[in-house]
């Protein structure tokens, strides 16, 4: 028997459900075809590549049906601390808080490194804080069968995406907008483990808000800004992870992107 987890739990959603609110489509297939190659990974890390990050190969598999979240059983909190080590080598935390305006996240973008992006990071915001026992009992790569259950996290995020008119002047601060909702990549689940740090958002007033036409369980009670500035200038920490292979302890995400990356 797993041990049980600690945070208050919930059901999963039923299919029905899902379909009803764009925001939920597709729910559960989404959520195992990100849990799939890592709950592989931990059964039998050697056979198996690092996890793609968005999951997009996985689409055409039939494996995620093989994946088991124990008693169909969400584990839910509010809060979550991002820790990051700054770029002269200090320990540093974020606190991120649901359904508050310290709920984005920046992790990095993995269409950089192929050329695919000019732009480092993507920004999202954070509208759920899960993990889950999981397990696998479908046939691993070595012919092997392995029902051991693990807890996985996981985050539910909605994606913002860069506007046009920042990335064609380079002398502006970048400007995000969500993605429209109706949209297949307008939300998805990371590991939180890609999470850099929260990003300083400053919303473009002069653009005002968009119209609230569906009012979701995740929204607060005003509605979205139309664009939002990345303040790259909030703190010396920030800023540096936009210089290229200039902060010391920023090897990590340098190696992730190549020699352009920050």
């Not at 990974?41 to 494996?63: D, K, M, V």
């Not at 909190?77 to 974020?94: A, L």
């Not at 913002?160 to 601060?173: G, H, I, K, R, T």
């Amino acid at each position: 028997m797993p041990e049980p987890c600690q945070g208050r739990t919930s059901s999963m959603p039923g299919p029905h459900g899902c379909r009803k609110d764009l925001w939920g489509r597709d729910f559960i297939p989404k959520l195992k075809i990100h849990l799939l190659p890592r709950i592989q990974r931990r059964l039998a890390p050697h056979p198996y590549p690092p996890p793609s990050s968005s999951g997009q190969s996985l689409e055409s598999s039939q494996e995620w049906h093989y994946v088991v979240i124990w008693e169909n059983r969400v584990y839910t909190q509010k809060i979550m601390q991002v820790k990051f080590t700054s770029y002269n080598i200090r320990q540093d935390k974020d606190i991120l808080h649901l359904n508050t305006e310290r709920s984005n996240i920046m992790v990095i973008d993995e269409g950089y490194k192929s050329g695919d992006s000019n732009h480092s990071y993507k920004y999202g915001q954070v509208i759920g804080i899960f993990h889950s026992i999981v397990m696998f009992v479908g046939p691993l790569k070595d012919e092997t069968r392995c029902y051991k259950p693990h807890c996985l996290e996981y985050l539910w995020v909605r994606w913002y995406m860069l506007d046009n008119d920042s990335v064609e002047n380079p002398y502006m601060l970048d400007k995000v907008k969500f993605r429209l909702t109706t949209r297949e990549d307008a939300f998805g689940f990371i590991d939180p483990k890609r999470v850099v740090r929260m990003p300083h958002l400053i919303p473009r007033f002069a653009g005002g808000r968009l119209a609230m036409e569906h009012k979701f369980s995740w929204m607060t009670d005003y509605p979205d800004w139309k664009a939002l500035y990345v303040n790259r200038f909030v703190d010396r920490d920030m800023f540096m992870r936009y210089q290229p292979n200039m902060g010391i302890s920023h090897i990590k995400i340098r190696k992730q992107l190549g020699t352009n990356g920050s």
